[in-house]
């Protein structure tokens, strides 16, 4: 069965990456919440997407207490994920505020999955390579996921590359995602879960590619499509 993945939690619905977004997730009838984690300067694991407020401000200049009321940490978020599994996609890229060569975020959230002890429960995706063969390095049997939205001249080495890095699955932006990439990603051994998809007709097509996952900001919409698949 093709698993639904709520973007950011039910983001179309409730304000993204918050303990409303993940809990309206599972009534909606996700699969799967994918959350998006980032560092405070007083080393606190919180979950926002982009790696600025909206004022401006870079969340690893500021302390816990600074963020809005909104901006949960990394266990709260997953304590509210309960009875799904979740995509924790570690933020850590070249040319943003944060991005940290010496992958205190990977650390941090490798040390959190061993305290859950929610190996099966989890997979680690990032846009960075280095940082999810970091992960590995600490904890092989946690799952990791290479995210990325260019285009390849060549799928089959590029699917090779990642597979042979022991990464699990390809999370290709929706607009790259053709036969060509998923025939790739099979013959590696690789899954694919696409993001971010909305439209029910283009659910529709990539099911009968064969994807793994869809990753949508509307969870109850991906459901239908996924249950009368």
Known sequence: M??????????????ENTIEAFHLARELGADWVELDVRRTADGAMVINHDDRLADGRAIVDLDRHE????????????DACAGMSV????????GDADFDETESVAEAVVAEVRRRGSHAEVLVS???????THVRTLDPAIPTAFLHLGGE????GFAGLVAAGGHVALHPWDWLVDEALVGAAQRAGLEVNVWTVDDPERMAA????????????????????????
Do not use: M, Q, Y
Not at 87 to 94: D, L, Q, S
Not at 206 to 229: E, F, S
């Open 2 to 15: 093709v698993r639904v993945i709520a973007h950011r939690g039910a983001s179309a619905a409730a304000p």
């Open 67 to 78: 963020l809005p009321e909104h901006v949960c940490e990394l266990a709260d978020a997953l």
């Open 87 to 94: 995509n924790i996609e570690i933020k850590n890229f070249p």
């Open 126 to 132: 990032c846009f960075h390579l280095p940082t999810l």
């Open 153 to 156: 001249s060549d799928w089959d």
């Open 206 to 229: 990539l099911i009968d590619l064969g994807v793994h996952g869809l990753c949508t900001n509307v969870p109850d919409v991906a459901r239908r499509v996924v249950d009368g698949a």
